[in-house]
Every structure is written in C-alpha cells, then in structure tokens.
C-alpha cells in the first residue's frame, strides 16, 4: 500500500521569520472639563505625535469622552482589548502605560514557572531506562 | 488648461489600459443606469488620466473624471483615493513592513475579494492568482530541495500545511485583518471585504481535466498518483468543478434558481440568508487566504522576484510543521522490506533491544530492526507486534524525511544576478510503490 498523507496545518511562529506587532489599536478618550484629564490632554498635544510617528503599524484614535475618566485601550490581533484607566496621571506616567499597552500581547496574564518555553523536543533526548548503560543497583 | 496634478498619480501604478477604461466605464455605466435623477455616470479609473469615452482632454471632461460619486455606497468596493485616507491601510503596510514601492492603493485592492465586487480592475482575483503562483513555486522548491525523498502525498499534504487555504487564512488573521459586515463603497478600506452569500470568482489552477472525471466522481474510482502528478493541481486536488467545492459564479446561480424551484418560496433578501455553517466558513477562509495570496502578487509586481522570495520566507516559509506526522503507513513491515531489496541492503531484522513487564499489564519492548550490523530504526511499545511495527515505521520516515541540510539553495537562487555555481541537488529514485 502507498502511503497516505494526514492533515496538518503549519504553526506560526511570530518573530522567527517576520516579526508582527500584536498591538494593532490604541485608543485615546479624554474629557476637556475632567480635572482627571489634564495629564492627558497635555500627554495628547506634546507626547502622543511623537509617539505615533515612530509606530506606524498601529492604529491610533483619539476621541473625546466627556464627563468620564480618560482611557487608553489596547486592541490586539488575537481579539482581546486592554484597556486602562490614566485618571490622575502625568503625560510622562500615561506614556509608561501607553508602551506597556505596545509590548503586551493579547494574552491573559500568565505567571510562568519555567525559565523555557519551547515547542521544539529536549536538545539532548529524554532520558530513557531502556538505553545506556543502566543503573548499577 | 487645467494644471496637471501629478502628486495625484503617484500612487496609481498599475495604469488600466484604455480599451479595459472603456469596458470598465461601459460597466459602469450599465450598473449605474437605473439611478436617472443624476447628472452624471459617477466614474471610477484607476488612474487620474483622462478615460476612454474622454479621449480629448478637455477641462470639463477632465474634471467629470475626478469627482468622487456623491453617494459612494453606490460602489462595491471602496473609490482608490480613499485608500490614502484610511489608518486601518496605513498601519497594515506597516505592520507587514512592505516596502515603499508597493502603493497603498494595491493595498486596499488587495482586501478587495471577488465576491464583493466583480470588476477585476478593483478586485484581487488577478494578484491573487499571480501570488498563488508564486508562493507554491517557492512552498514546492522548498520542500522537494531539503526533503528529496518525499512521498507524492505528503509533498502534497505539506503543500497545504504551509500553502493551502487553512495556514493562509491563519496568515491572515495573524496580521490584524478584520473584515467587513457587508462589502460596499463606504466602509473603510483598511477591511477585508467579501460576502459569503454568493461564492464569487474561483481562482484558475494549474491542472487539466481528465474525460473521466465524471465517471470519477460518480463510482469513486481512484486516482493513481502518476495521474494525479500529472492531472491534479499543486496540492493533489482536482481541478474539476463539482459542486461543494470552489464554484464558479454563473454555476452557482444555476444552483440558486435550481434550488428556488425546489422550494417554491418567496425570495425574501434577508430572511433566508446563511450565516455560521460549514460553507460560509470555508468562503470566508478563502476570502482570507486569496487576500493573502494577492498581497504576495502584489509584492512580486511591484518589488520583483527576490523580494517576494523574502517575503514568503518570513511570512509562510518560518511557518513549522511536522513532516514526521504527516505519515500514515498501510503496511510499514512489507514496505521496508521492498526498500531494503530495492536498495541492495541486508533484509530487515527486527531485534528485541531490551524489555520489561512481560507478565504485567504494562510492558515496554523496545525493537530495533536491523539491516546487517545496521540499525535502521527503533521504537517502544505495549506489545512486541506494535513496537515492531512502530521500529519499521521510524525506520521509513528516517529513509524518506531524509534531508541534505537546513541551509541549503533553491534553484529561483540562481535567477539573481552573480550567483554561484550551483551544486547539483539530490534528486531521489522515489517511493517504495508496494504491491
């Protein structure tokens, strides 16, 4: 018999190749009449330009929210959205979470126990009892 | 005389000729003709140079031209100037890192499917069959250069593994596409546009269609792999059109009015429409995996050969997919033996390397089949049938996944200027064909 062939679709592996930028959005609401707004109606005229100059794959919005807290909210190429609330905070803080939002991934908070994450098998093989010189009792 | 814009041309690249102005404006004009309370046929041209009809350049002709239709949902898709003003596109060229020579308005054709809008001038059916070419020619050299020894079907099952319609639409989603509701002239260019209610234009495939193939379909009859090599197209398939598979849109019509008889109901626009089945969500995947394809196509013609090449090596190419699970064996043991005898080794012996648990209810046997003072292959397992055959079936995968090196050239290498000498590359006899 011929051999027959299964299905499998190839995995992705960001960074290896091309490199995509998982944060595709970021949103500015601010209010003119909130005093929680001032850091970010100053971060938006003098911080925000430069900014967004320097990242061209991500979308920016800017647009007003009145009488509320202002926001930035990530928007991520998994779907997920992120957004944080910059009440009270000074443009160069507001850009700390700004670039936060940048480098996040979409992905829930995970907290990781092994120092290696890898898809690809051990380099040295597994240890296996049936190979070698065995164990001396 | 009106001064020449020409800021405004830069963009628009791909100039339509102007007999196809002239189809695209007849088009237009036949589409548009129900609308009688306007003064004029809103015109689309890919290029700010006079069309067709115009062809002496007067100023009134000239600025008829370059207005933008009052009600752009009248279009199917949206107008190319409105490519520059979309943030979606801006940030998608980026996020992609294309160079500068490749225009935002192919861009924004790109996301344009056939399903959406008809016209091929505004669609991306074109660069989508230019960028299916292009990336299974790399996929296939890829592949037939570093594994040489590769069985037909699993050269097949890897072409759709890096190539095929489910890893390009996974491509796509990974570059932060989203899509459209409902295609029209106003949504934002920077979406991928296409409808699942009607199957739109398939792509043409590289393949012949046997006189058979009736009968084919009818008595699942089967299609040897020398037939299928030489009939069937990049991925194994054929290339007959049946229904279920890609349709092209007068058949699926006939299907609709088919289906209309049948039912004898009123054709309400919205009420029966589908949404979420099988079949909505393979269109979907093909609208995805064609905008894919039409971005490489767009890449190769306006940035050439060895950027293209780069792209798809950074985009499908660094893409992993295990060929050790592709296999699927009938009779590993038989097969092993033929290649052994093909291949003039010692015949195959499979040996008990070690084992533990005989009488228990979990025992290992590790068997190691052995060509002469060679060993070929080994495998564990519950029993010592199973791991005899498990050690046969590594032992051919080891044969046939052979590969010359991770680094190695492919022959589009030679096509750029002072290249080295090319080394011949490995070309193997082929697979064991059992009886």
């Known amino acids: 018999m011929t051999i027959r062939a299964l299905t499998q679709v190839s995995t992705g592996r960001n960074g290896v190749g091309a490199f995509v930028l998982q944060c595709k959005k970021l949103e500015f609401h601010y209010c003119d009449w909130a005093g929680s707004s001032k850091g970010m109606n100053i971060f938006i005229k003098t911080l925000l330009p430069k900014f967004a100059a320097e990242h061209p794959q991500i979308e920016f919005n800017v647009s007003p929210r009145p009488a509320k807290h202002p926001l930035v909210t990530g928007h991520y190429i998994n779907g ?47 240890w296996s009892p049936y190979h070698g010189n065995g164990m001396a009792v | 005389m009106k001064r020449l814009r020409v800021d405004r041309w830069t963009g628009q690249l791909l100039v339509a000729r102007s007999s196809q102005r002239g189809c695209c404006l007849a088009a237009g004009g036949a589409l548009r003709s129900a609308r009688s309370d306007q003064h004029y046929i809103p015109v689309r041209s890919q290029s700010t140079a006079v069309s067709y009809p115009f062809s002496e350049a007067t100023e009134t002709s000239f600025a008829t031209t370059l207005q933008v239709p009052q009600d752009p949902s009248e279009l199917p898709s949206p107008i190319p100037e409105r490519a520059l003003h979309s943030a979606k596109l801006a940030s998608l060229h980026a996020r992609l890192s294309l160079p500068k020579k490749l225009p935002i308005q192919t861009l924004a054709r790109t996301l344009v499917d056939a399903s959406a809008d008809e016209n091929p001038q505004f669609n991306n059916i074109n660069l989508a069959f230019v960028g299916q070419t292009v990336i299974n020619y790399h996929v296939s050299e890829y592949l037939m250069i570093r594994y040489p020894r590769l069985p037909m079907e699993i050269v097949w099952a890897s072409m759709r593994g890096f190539a095929g319609i489910a890893p390009l639409f996974q491509i796509a989603r990974s570059w932060g596409v989203e899509s459209a509701s409902v295609p029209g002239g106003e949504v934002d260019p920077g979406l991928l546009q296409f409808t699942t209610e009607k199957p739109g234009v398939s792509l043409t495939k590289f393949g012949y269609r046997r006189t058979e193939a009736m009968y084919l379909e009818k008595y699942k009859w089967r299609r040897g792999i020398s037939n299928r090599v030489v009939f069937d197209d990049d991925f194994g398939e054929s290339v007959d059109v049946t229904p279920g598979s890609e349709q092209t849109a007068h058949e699926a019509e006939m299907r609709k009015k088919e289906r209309k008889e049948d039912e004898d109901e009123e054709e309400n626009e919205y009420s029966m429409r589908r949404y979420g089945d099988d079949e909505t969500r393979s269109l979907a995947e093909k609208a995805h995996a064609h905008f894919v394809r039409a971005v490489v196509g767009a890449v190769y013609m306006h940035c050439g050969r060895d950027t293209a090449h780069n792209f798809i090596k950074a985009h499908i190419l660094s893409r992993t997919l295990g060929l050790s699970s592709l296999f699927s064996f009938k009779k590993p043991t038989m097969e092993l033996a033929l290649l052994c005898d093909r291949e003039d080794f010692d015949p195959p012996v499979a040996r008990l390397l070690s084992e533990t648990g005989r009488q228990s209810r979990t025992p290992v046997f590790v068997v190691g089949i052995f060509s002469g003072k060679d060993k070929l292959g080994e495998a564990a397992g519950p029993s010592l049938d199973h791991a005899r055959l498990k050690a046969a079936m590594n032992a051919l995968k080891a044969w046939y996944l052979y590969s010359p090196g991770e680094h190695i050239r492919v022959p589009s290498e030679m096509l750029a200027d002072g290249a080295k000498k090319w080394d011949p590359a490995y070309i193997d006899i082929g697979e064991i064909i059992s009886r």
């Open chain 1, 80 to 126: 997920h959205q992120k957004p944080i609330c910059v009440r009270n905070l000074e443009p160069t803080a507001i850009l700390q979470k700004v670039k936060l939002l940048r480098d996040a991934s979409g992905e829930k908070l995970k907290r990781v126990h092994k120092p290696v994450t890898s898809i690809n098998p051990s380099v040295r093989g597994v």
